[in-house]
């Protein structure tokens, strides 16, 4: 049997608040801008919607730069899944962007709800972000991922088997679970709500900067692999 039930990695969330860590306006920054920037990014990264109040705040972005955003998220997301939960040893081109079509579905239904910025008194703005992760561990059973690499792999010899023989079978494996996961996405379900503060800290130059380790952690609970969150 192929799952693991690991723990989520960092490596996605750690890719992705490297993009996020932009540097929003400066000097006169409002708590109601706080407010739109943290819904704006969250937005753009996980729902591919891309507000103009956000991208205004933004020093020097374009909606192109937040779409490359949500891509690379996207993106880094669908190589996690493939490569650490399904462990698919041999991704093809394809296999890529089919994870990435489906990731794309699944961050479509990502939940959220911005809270009420406030500054504090070192002059840093923090923002309330409630997540409702998405219960995608229970959305496929052991017998799932046994079973359908039983059905690829048959009575393949693992003493004799080739190598292209195995990244066959893999690629194949790795195509019927999309397409599993996909089919099922109409089910999943939502855990326990999570509350994550964000942060925006002022640099020395009068910016602002989204702390990093917010956005892990809210990257963290938007996609429960593990069952972590579950009711």
């Given amino acids: 049997m192929k799952k693991t039930l690991w723990k989520r990695l960092t490596a996605g969330a750690l890719a992705f608040c490297?993009?996020?860590a932009l540097a929003a306006c400066g000097g006169g920054l409002t708590e109601k801008d706080a407010e739109t920037y943290i819904k704006g990014h969250l937005d753009a990264a996980y729902l591919g919607v891309y507000d103009k109040a956000y991208i205004d705040l933004v020093e020097d972005m374009t909606e192109d730069d937040a779409k490359e955003m949500?891509?690379?998220?996207?993106?880094?997301?669908?190589?996690?899944?493939?490569?650490?939960?399904?462990?698919?040893?041999y991704p093809t081109d394809e296999?890529?962007?089919?994870?990435?079509?489906?990731?794309?579905?699944?961050?479509a239904k990502?939940?959220?709800?911005?809270g009420t910025g406030s500054k504090t008194k070192d002059g840093d703005f923090v923002v309330e972000v409630t997540?409702?992760?998405?219960?995608?561990y229970n959305l496929l059973t052991d017998d799932d991922y046994s079973d359908t690499w039983d059905s690829v792999t048959g009575d393949m010899d693992y003493d004799t088997v080739t190598e292209?023989?195995?990244a066959a079978a893999d690629a194949a494996y790795a195509a019927r679970m999309l397409?599993?996961?996909?089919?099922?996405?109409?089910?999943?379900?939502?855990?326990?709500?999570?509350?994550?503060?964000?942060?925006?800290k002022a640099d020395e130059d009068g910016y602002y900067v989204l702390v990093d380790t917010g956005m892990q952690k809210v990257d963290?609970?938007?996609?429960?692999?593990?069952?972590?969150?579950?009711?």
């Fill in 220 to 231: 963290e609970v938007m996609v429960d692999y593990s069952g972590a969150y579950s009711k």
């Fill in 164 to 166: 292209e023989e195995y």
């Fill in 18 to 20: 490297l993009l996020g």
């Fill in 179 to 200: 397409d599993l996961l996909e089919d099922r996405l109409d089910d999943v379900e939502y855990g326990k709500d999570q509350t994550v503060m964000l942060q925006l």
């Fill in 131 to 136: 997540v409702s992760p998405l219960d995608l």
């Fill in 95 to 107: 296999t890529i962007e089919r994870a990435e079509t489906v990731m794309e579905k699944i961050y």
């Fill in 70 to 89: 949500h891509e690379s998220n996207v993106a880094s997301e669908a190589e996690y899944y493939l490569l650490t939960f399904l462990e698919v040893e």
């Fill in 110 to 114: 990502s939940k959220y709800t911005v």
